[in-house]
């Protein structure tokens, strides 16, 4: 494939009938000829000379092994000379901005194989908006940079599924693998109907058969979650907020004090009648339901319920109680692994103050809006000065790994998790 002929593609891959010069102009892309896929990411609207930097690198990253040869590349950083092909065989990725309601949203963010390399979106500002990154040739750079000179000390984290995807745990709305695309067998009225409350207190079946796949105690915490133990070890970390049911933070030895469950956990449970409320253990619950048992409380015969937080039920009061002051505080927010769709969770990005300097990392971009002050404006337009939102395209653990490394905390992240799986063998042993 030729180059025009690679343009014309990407052309009717972003779903546009365009010149080839007109596609050019669209995009800050280089594209990988192979034979049948274009490998493309698509520049900031109206930003031609955005780019996406490429933080790659030839050696291990973080204790991972070296990107496969044939991982499909990513736009703007060509391909290493004498890459492999991406194998025809190899499942596709697509992704989009989620801002839903804007007219200029991202054009697709389109690879095959797995996952492109780690990449660091650089937009171009606009005339006159200064950054809080100016200082620095990568945005991860400076937020390590701040965190190394004192000037990040409060740290909140805020987490979604994609932390915990690579310990095996499904995320929910991923296309063919997550959750809610894998419930058919339930003959569910719509997939969120295996959280709710209402629907529960009618077939609880469906909940107790999924929540023994997912309980705690199967799964060894990712790299993520040693990273926000590691913050909470440099006396860095004010809060981690997450939107997983899965404990994994407590797994990983986070003091609790230092987590809010919002969407609740599988920690604790109780009885769900009305009068009765009686509670009951971690424990408790995973004989009952290991042995496909529904668990009835020994009182009221009602069901009992992980304190989860269900579709029609509140959030956990400790969320609320905390929220407030905390993004007062706050001088850092990590956003890792979340699609940022579920309220109140989402909005809460917009607590922490005007000049605080906020991370995404996910293999989206989420949360925009063009709304001032509401959700995250990477690329400087809607809001005014300073630019503070940075962007990591990519796999969370990968992420934290480059990000500890910036921080001279490598071989501390490395040692944490190694020395979690080998205490676990150790009692495995026993």
Known sequence: MNENEAIAGLAQLLGESLTLDETRAITSVSIETTTTEIHVIPAAPNQDDAE????????????????????????????????????????????????????????????????????????????????????????????????????????IVMAGAGISTDAGIPDFRSPGTGLYDNLQQFNLPHPEAIFSIDYFRRNPKPFYVLAKELYPGQYVPTQSHFFVKLLAQKGLLLRHYTQNIDCLERAAGIDPELIVEAHGSFHTAHCIGRKCRQEYSQAWVKEHIFRDAIPRCDSCDSLVKPDITFFG??????????????????????????????????????QVGPHVPRLLINRMRVGESKAPGVGFDFDGRYRKSPHRDAFVAGDSDEACALLADHLGWLDELVELRNSHIRNQELGLAK
């Not at 956990?316 to 990590?334: V, W």
């Open 52 to 155: 996406v930097k490429d933080i790659s690198r030839d050696n291990k990253v973080g204790g991972c092994d070296d990107l496969d040869a044939d991982t499909a590349a990513a736009a703007v950083v060509p391909p290493s000379p004498g890459s492999d092909d991406v194998s025809d065989s190899e499942e596709s990725y697509a992704g989009s901005s989620s801002s839903s309601n804007s007219d200029d949203d991202l054009a697709r963010v389109a690879w095959s194989g797995t996952p492109p390399p780690l990449q660091v979106y650089v937009p171009l500002l606009p005339a006159g908006v200064t950054s809080l990154f100016a200082a620095s040739d990568s945005s991860l750079e400076a937020i390590a940079d701040m965190v190394v000179a004192g000037k990040a000390k409060h740290v």
């Open 313 to 350: 039920e509140g959030l956990p009061s400790r969320f609320f109680e905390l929220l407030s002051e905390d993004f007062a505080k706050c001088d850092l927010l990590i956003v890792m692994g979340t699609s940022l769709l579920v309220q109140p969770f989402a909005s809460i990005i917009d």
